[in-house]
């Protein structure tokens, strides 16, 4: 799997270089060295990496994926290790579990410490039974741990630890705040595996985009996806469940959960909502799609679609270092709110409209997030800023403004759900604004959401996203795939 100085997948996969972890690590230590408090003798960073789990009781173990912050460190794909930076020497040493020689025939060869000091160049390596000794001999004076608040699970990220830790001193507060810093701003070697995760999912949603067609099961396209970007993009993990909406199944923003696993058949005349990444080396894109499952869209569905494209290009052409998130988030509901207008679904001032919050009553999910090694990225309030209390705007991921290197979803949406019609039209200040009958006609058609993934750049946007997004071109791609399949 590691060869020499980078990773890949062999075949035309993406070399990763284990340089980039390197350099997320000198970036660490630089803002360390930045800070008021700089790095004090003796300082010393230590991370836990994520912990192999069974399923529920059994001995049955799940696929492991690295923990965000620990791979972001050291890129190491096995569980149960943690790492180490020593700030004024600038080494990184790698603890490993010292597993019993009998793994061997289960596991094949263990890897001696050697093996990982060579495979992730980092300084050193021993078994996690050394902590306490190999920081003791540094002369280890304070340990710096990770802390701090998931503003989007509201969890709490768990500090290393081990036993005889409590002779140093422990700092949980330092780390995180400049940790998260990091992760926001991506580094050229982490925006190629972002721009190569988002061109194998891209070329995987046109490849289920040919060959989907009504009588066909939802999951069979979930199926379809996985197997593209697992063959071709060397993608194990997809970056989130697969949400792949026929219908008015479009409408609901979470299917193709355990409960509702994307198992209806597609019917001649839906409309189809497919949200999928793929996720490599654990950088993942999020990338979602909607066409009509028979390759045609009806005039209704045009109506839909092509808002939602007006809204997503507003926000293209808006996005530039500067700019708030928070006021992008309004120029999609503003441009959706004039497109619907036009259409005849809603009516009367725009300004009014958006001062009654009639936006979130299409679209009640925030415009779009940081995207990473997490697909939800940290950092989208890290900088303090407020959660607005205002339905929709509340939803949002991130509250900051955009900066080059910051990597971000653009995902407007339009939807039909009942629940929210029927309290809007039954709420004072907003069933002025709808005309009802027209809204009725539009029920049960689902959703559109399109998503991109996208580098803000110093004076604009990179798409990374490669999919087609006109009715022309969608079109046109569906009847090709139905001449070859
Ligand atoms: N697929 C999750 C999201 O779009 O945020
Ligand atoms: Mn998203
Ligand atoms: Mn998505």
């Known amino acids: 799997m590691q060869k020499g100085t980078s990773y890949s997948l062999g075949l035309e996969t993406h070399p990763v270089p284990m340089a980039m972890f390197r350099e997320n690590r000198e970036r660490l230590i630089a803002r360390f060295e930045k800070s008021a408090e700089g790095t004090p003798e003796g300082s010393v960073v230590l991370l836990r990496g994520g912990k192999a789990k069974m399923r529920h009781e059994t001995d049955h173990e799940h696929l492991f994926r690295q923990e965000s912050f620990f791979h972001w460190t050291f890129g190491v794909a096995d569980p149960d290790c943690f ?32 093996d990982y000091t060579a495979r992730y160049e980092v300084e050193e390596t021993y078994y996690v039974d050394e902590i306490d000794a190999v920081l003791s001999k540094l002369n280890t004076k304070i340990i710096y741990t990770l802390h701090g608040l998931n503003s989007d ?62 009588g066909m099961m939802e999951y069979q396209l979930e199926a379809l996806f996985q197997h593209e970007v697992y063959s071709r993009g060397g993608c194990r993990h997809v970056a989130y469940t697969c949400i792949c909406g026929s219908g008015h199944h479009g409408s609901i923003l ?35 799609c909607s066409y009509p499952a028979n390759g045609r869209f009806t005039e209704k569905q045009k109506v839909v679609y092509n808002t939602v494209l007006a809204a997503q290009q507003a926000v293209f052409a808006a996005m530039k270092p500067g700019v708030a998130w928070m006021d992008m988030h ?22 009014a409209m958006m001062d009654a919050d009639l936006g979130a009553v299409f679209m009640p999910h925030g415009l779009g997030h940081f995207l990473g ?113």
């Open 254 to 288: 979470h299917y193709g959960h355990a409960g509702a696993p994307n198992d209806k058949q597609l019917a001649d005349g839906d409309l189809m909502l497919l949200d999928m990444g793929g996720e490599y080396q654990c950088y993942g894109a999020d990338i979602t």
């Open 373 to 485: 090694i997490d697909t939800h990225d940290v950092g989208g309030y890290s900088t303090g800023a407020e959660r607005s209390t205002r339905p929709g705007f509340r939803s949002l991921r991130a509250n900051r403004s955009l900066e080059a290197g910051m990597v971000l979803t653009v995902e407007p949406g339009v939807y039909f759900i009942d629940p929210l019609l029927d309290k809007a039209i039954a709420d004072d200040k907003q069933k002025q604004f709808i005309n009802v009958d027209k809204v009725n006609e539009f029920r049960g058609i689902g959703g559109v959401r399109l998503e991109d993934d996208v580098i803000v750049t110093a004076d604009g946007i990179e798409n990374m996203t490669k999919c087609p997004r006109t009715v022309e071109e969608i079109e046109a791609i569906m009847a090709e795939g139905r001449k070859s399949h």
């Open 83 to 114: 790492g180490a930076i020593d700030l004024k020497r600038r080494r990184a040493i790698l603890f490993i579990p010292r597993l019993p020689a009998e793994y061997a025939v289960w596991m094949g060869k263990i890897a001696s410490c050697e």
């Open 330 to 351: 309004a120029l999609a509901y503003r441009t959706t709110l004039q497109e619907l207008a036009r259409h005849g679904l809603v009516k009367g001032d725009v300004d």
């Open 153 to 214: 699970s509201g969890n709490y990220a768990k500090p290393a630890t081990f036993p005889g830790i409590e002779k140093y001193r422990v700092d949980n507060g330092r780390l995180w705040p400049e940790m998260v810093e990091c992760r926001v701003i991506k580094t050229p070697m982490e925006l190629d595996v972002l721009r190569y995760v988002c061109r194998v999912s891209s070329e995987a949603h046109v490849a289920v985009m040919k060959q989907c067609k009504p």
